[in-house]
Nanobody
Framework: QVELVESGGGLVQAGGSLRLSCAAS????????MGWFRQAPGKEREFVAA????????YYVDSVKGRFTISRANAKNTVYLQMNSLKPEDTAVYYC???????????WGQGTQVTVSS
């Protein structure tokens, strides 16, 4: 089991920036990649970004490409999501996830609220 603790959410105006952090502990070697998902009120949880531990390859949903950057600090078992040019539609609870394959999540964080005001 991998334990995940997120931080860095908050309230920001449209056009602003936030950086989310996710610290992983436990059986981190069992994960394949780390990712960020988000869930807005009344909507399903959706994939945002992911980064593989092995080669650092990154993946993004189209709506955040060019604005969000996922990165990692292997020595710290920490993953970051730098969010720039935020839009009101980015408002959601953001969840960190430890992926065990391309499509399967092994562990979830508790979530952190991101609110973007217009």
């Amino acid at each position: 089991q991998v334990e995940l603790v997120e931080s860095g959410g908050g309230l920001v105006q449209a056009g602003g920036s936030l950086r989310l952090s996710c610290a992983a502990s436990g059986r981190t070697f069992s994960s394949y990649a780390m990712g960020w998902f988000r869930q807005a009120p009344g909507k399903e949880r959706e994939f945002v970004a992911a980064i593989k531990w092995s080669d650092g390859r990154r993946y993004y949903v189209d709506s955040v490409k060019g604005r969000f950057t996922i990165s990692r600090a292997n020595a710290k078992n920490t993953v970051y999501l730098q969010m720039n040019s935020l839009k009101p539609e980015d408002t959601a609870v953001y969840y960190c996830a430890a992926l065990v394959s391309d499509h399967d999540v092994g562990s979830w964080g508790q979530g952190t609220q991101v609110t973007v005001s217009s």
